[in-house]
């Protein structure tokens, strides 16, 4: 029940963040998602073993967080739930990789750790980027930059509706866990012989509700094409922007291909 809720909360939470008046907030969305995604590709474009490489990279998640007022802790408390999944991708690396490649004081360091190590520092980035964009672009946002890519009009539009209507259905499964609970107070958790028809409940309400929602918005004019936001075009602000990160980015890759050699 505390876990809905908090979800909930944190989806909330991410739309006020975006909603704020930072000079981060107030960059063109297309070129933060630009940004985000040259910014990713350069992380992954490392080498398993090139883990001194991906430091400097931590510059882009610190210096977003300082522009745009989001405290370090809102951000780890935010992605803290993927920390696992990282760790748990990379776990087994050291297993199948044991060629030691370098030695540190007597104890020699596997290629499987430091590719561990590694992959970790790629996905905390990567997860660190992505909700810095969301946190600061909102995902009307992010979906008016997609469709500026060119992206079809189907993908950005089932990605924006799962987004905004999550809620919905999280605050669906909430009521019928409530109604559960009261019909069965003592108890811990559902009964796995509940379950079935608990998820059935919950699809016909959400089928219901889903109906609800598309005649509301065929009322308001929809035609399969979102408004997303106002349509703002590119400032010489956001041209600086975008030329300073890419500098900054092509500095920090030739610099690290230079001192590997």
Not at 35 to 61: A, D, E, H, K, W
Not at 74 to 93: A, D, E, H, M, Q
Not at 179 to 194: D, H, M, Q, T, W
Not at 209 to 215: C, D, H, P, Q, T
Request: aromatic fraction near 12%.
């Amino acid at each position: 029940m505390a876990k809905i809720t908090d979800a909930i909360f944190a989806v909330h939470e991410l739309e006020e963040m975006a909603e704020r008046k930072t000079e981060v907030n107030r960059v063109h969305p297309l070129v933060k998602l630009v940004v985000t995604l040259i910014y990713m590709i350069i992380v992954v474009s490392f080498q398993r073993y090139n883990f001194f490489g991906l430091f400097p990279f931590i510059i882009y998640p610190v210096i977003l967080l300082k522009l745009s007022d989001i405290p370090l802790k809102t951000c780890l408390k935010k992605i803290s739930g993927l920390i696992p999944l990282l760790l748990f991708i990379g776990i087994f690396n050291p297993i199948f990789d044991r060629t030691p490649v370098f030695i540190l004081g007597r104890v020699g360091i596997s290629g499987g750790a430091i590719s561990m190590v590694t992959l970790f520092l790629k996905g905390m980035y990567c997860i660190s980027a992505s909700f810095l964009l969301i946190a600061t672009t909102g995902i009307d946002g992010i979906c008016y930059a997609l469709r500026l890519l060119h992206v079809p009009n189907l993908l950005v539009t089932q990605f924006l509706l799962t987004y905004r209507y999550i809620t919905v259905l999280m605050a669906e499964a909430n009521d019928v866990y409530q109604a559960y609970s009261l019909r069965a107070p003592g108890e811990k958790g559902v009964k796995y012989k509940i379950w079935g028809s608990l998820l059935g409940q919950l699809l016909l309400r959400s089928i219901d509700r889903a109906g609800n929602l598309y005649e509301s918005m065929l009322l308001r004019g929809f035609n399969g094409e979102f408004t997303y936001i106002r349509k703002t075009r590119m400032q010489d602000k956001d041209y600086a922007y975008l030329a300073l990160w890419l500098g900054i980015f092509a500095a920090l890759f030739i610099g690290i291909k230079i001192l590997v050699r």
